[in-house]
């Protein structure tokens, strides 16, 4: 007879761990199905995405602050080398020691995990495909499976000269020149990592900005100091097909909306498009989950139009991020034992982890001006942070939009040295549906950063006090 849970979890990334830790808090029988060929739980995001990605980044920032800044800084070293093996490495470790912390996590909160292809083969029913077929039956199943990378036609992921962004985190030398097809998160975030360890890089983006979603003044001045640090940019244009030879790829594109074609050639190039979500293989047709036409499972308040089946995270709609995934899984899990689970995908905040970072939660400018709200703008530039310029990191701003009548704050967006970190003050405030002037009034610790999150708030009134 199958082994029975309260609910089954196909996918261990994010959304389904936080899911199972949160089912085993609230004394549910809970198992956690994951198909990775390492055999590791934490999905895209700890294996092959966030986690790897900052391990990368992190390194060749220290690296190009000791080959750049160092010698102004009073600080005398010798020839400095790269032993990109050993970045690599601590990389890995970085990986291997979060999804063990994963791994305890699912004991400790007795949740038991198969390894292999979850398949639903009927209500309540799940079928492993692991080392050995195995059924298990539950009153509930969450489908927490993820995205994937998105392919693009005419140009073949071999994750060698042409990669995704799995590949782009474990090539074997520094290309000479990467291209980057698309200029979004993933893409400025890894062509970061090898532009500081010596790639010339080049980013070619099919609309005419990078950060396309982003607040139209942030992708400008991101683009801008981006160029400054290097990094070179084709807008307006796309790829429409490769030619791989023995060391090169011939990358063939033209303008956007059509014209002559140019070739392009590099050591590597960088696919990174976007994402899908991940649905094939899961026998959703066995009991009627509904997809919409961009492959998402169609849900309410993450239930799925199968009774007893639910989704959660990059599956459905929503940024796909992994802490809206994490949020969406302890909802989700609340809503099934009879709690009021619920996220606001409004305040979701995004990030990019480059120098400087770029954060931003709420609306843009551009959406404000298109629904026709009033609103007041405050800006404060790290240039005059006491904090920023004491330490050379005077790159980028604070802007911060409101009601023009309630004074609500609407939407937060920052380029600057630790950017992600500052967003947060501004979540909790929207979150609590907070003004400008509670951030204006609030005593923020000098000298810090975040100082300028304060003084773009005073902006809003026009009472900036240091600019």
């Given at each position: ?166 590949g782009a985190l474990d090539f074997e030398s520094v290309p000479k020149h990467l291209v980057v097809i698309g200029g979004g998160v993933i893409g400025l975030e890894l062509g970061s990592v090898w532009r500081r360890l ?184 790290f240039a005059a942070n006491s904090r920023a310029k004491t330490n050379h990191e005077t790159d980028g701003f604070v802007k911060v939009l409101a009601d023009a009548k309630t004074d609500r704050v609407l939407g937060c ?55």
């Amino acid at each position: 007879m199958a082994e029975q849970f309260d609910v089954v979890i196909i996918g261990a990334g994010p959304g389904g761990y936080n899911a199972a830790i949160r089912a085993g808090q609230l004394g549910l029988k809970t198992a956690i199905i994951e198909k990775r060929d390492n055999k590791k739980l934490g999905g895209t995001c700890l294996n092959v995405g966030c986690i790897p990605s900052k391990a990368l980044l992190h390194a060749s920032e220290l690296y190009e602050t000791a080959e750049k800044d160092f010698e102004g800084l009073g600080i005398q070293t010798g020839k400095l080398s790269l032993n990109l093996a050993q970045m690599l490495k601590q990389k890995e470790d970085a990986v291997e020691g979060l999804t063990k912390g994963i791994e305890f996590l699912m004991k400790k909160n007795k949740v038991e995990t198969f390894l292999g292809a979850g398949e639903i083969t009927g209500p309540g029913k799940v079928r492993v495909h692991g080392e050995k077929q195995l059924d298990i039956e539950a009153k509930n199943i969450v489908i927490a499976t993820g995205s994937e990378v998105t392919p693009l036609p005419g140009v073949e992921i071999d994750e060698k000269q042409i990669v995704s962004s799995t590949g782009a985190l474990d090539f074997e030398s520094v290309p000479k020149h990467l291209v980057v097809i698309g200029g979004g998160v993933i893409g400025l975030e890894l062509g970061s990592v090898w532009r500081r360890l010596g790639a010339e890089v080049t980013v070619v983006e099919f609309l005419d900005r990078i950060l396309p979603t982003n607040d139209g003044e942030v992708s400008k001045q991101f683009q801008r100091i981006l160029k400054k640090q290097g990094v070179k940019f084709k807008l307006s244009s796309k790829v429409t097909g490769a030619e791989k030879l023995k060391t090169k790829v011939k990358l063939s594109v033209e303008p956007a909306k059509g014209g002559d074609s140019e070739v392009i050639e590099a050591d590597a190039v960088l696919v990174a498009i976007g994402r899908r979500p991940y649905t094939q293989g899961l026998g959703l047709e066995n009991v009627g989950v509904e997809i919409d036409k961009r492959g998402m499972i169609v849900t309410d308040h993450f239930k799925t139009s199968a009774n007893g089946v639910w989704a959660i995270g990059d599956c459905i709609t929503g940024p796909m991020l992994a802490h809206k995934a994490e949020d969406d899984g302890v909802a989700c899990i609340e809503l099934i034992v009879g709690k009021a689970g619920h996220v606001n995908y409004d305040l979701v905040p995004g990030v990019v982890y480059t120098y400087p970072e770029v954060a931003s939660v709420g609306k843009t400018e551009e959406e404000l001006k298109e629904a026709g709200i009033d609103y007041k703008t405050g800006k404060f530039p790290f240039a005059a942070n006491s904090r920023a310029k004491t330490n050379h990191e005077t790159d980028g701003f604070v802007k911060v939009l409101a009601d023009a009548k309630t004074d609500r704050v609407l939407g937060c967006h920052i380029i600057g040295r630790e950017a992600g970190e500052l967003i947060a003050e501004v979540v909790s405030v929207m979150e609590f549906g907070g003004a400008s002037e509670d951030i204006a009034r609030t005593c923020h610790a000098h000298p810090t950063r975040s100082e300028a999150v304060r003084q773009a708030a005073m902006g809003v009134e026009g009472w900036t006090m240091q600019a």
